[in-house]
T-cell receptor
């Protein structure tokens, strides 16, 4: 149980275009979803926290107008990288916490490798 | 600010031996500490969670210790196998209903047959 599906797994886009990444909890309802970015040999860096039906909370240094997050339901959150640039190339991972649990481990998607050319 | 360090970027051990990975932290008092496994190009997978009032937790061949005085957690894999080769991440969990984990950079473990 507790599967998080992330799509697409890989995407290559041209500089200036926008890319949308989806994160779905398949067999549970997610109170909160998190978006991380991971550069090679670096730790996962939290970008933003999203709760269903409310605005996302962004970490310091993360541009909310560039990384648009929508958490429309208890099973779906999306991250849109707008006007992508080569420096946005990274591994983006979502995670979800299960509704009704307290400090349970997070369930992670398998990530999206974004390459901006 | 809080800091979390996994002392070894990489660790190579012989199959059958016990692998020991270290996680140290400063300027923080986590309620929980979690360990995850991450394979290349994949998201992390949860392994174990240990609470601040627990000294040790076991799950099959895995053992985690948590010393809040030393601000350190040790992660052991006994009778290691090549399939255990992966990057292992520790994460600080503040508790109190917050799910915002702070991750270390990870230790890449290679188990040599």
């Amino acid at each position: 149980g507790a599967v998080v599906s992330q799509h697409p797994s890989r995407v290559i886009c041209k500089s200036g275009t926008s890319v949308k990444i989806e994160c779905r909890s398949l067999d549970f309802q997610a109170t909160t979803m998190f978006w991380y970015r991971q550069f090679p040999k670096q730790s996962l860096m939290l970008m933003a926290t999203s709760n269903e039906g409310s605005k996302a909370t962004y970490e310091q240094g993360v541009e909310k107008d560039k990384f648009l997050i929508n958490h429309a339901s208890l099973t779906l959150s999306t991250l849109t990288v707008t006007s992508a640039h080569p420096e946005d190339s990274s591994f983006y991972i979502c995670s979800a916490s299960q509704l009704g649990t307290n400090n349970s481990p997070l369930h992670f998607g398998n990530g999206t490798r974004l390459t901006v050319t | 600010s809080q800091k979390i360090e996994q002392n070894s970027e990489a660790l190579n051990i012989q199959e059958g031996k016990t692998a020991t990975l270290t996680c140290n932290y400063t300027n923080y008092s986590p309620a929980y500490l979690q360990w995850y496994r991450q394979d290349p190009g994949r998201g992390p997978v949860f392994l174990l969670l240990i609470r601040e009032n627990e000294k040790e937790k076991r799950k099959e061949r895995l053992k985690v210790t948590f010393d809040t005085t030393l601000k350190q957690s040790l992660f052991h894999i006994t009778a290691s196998q090549p399939a255990d080769s992966a990057t292992y991440l520790c994460a600080l969990d503040p508790g109190a209903g917050s799910y915002q984990l702070t991750f270390g950079k990870g230790t890449k473990l290679s188990v040599i047959p």
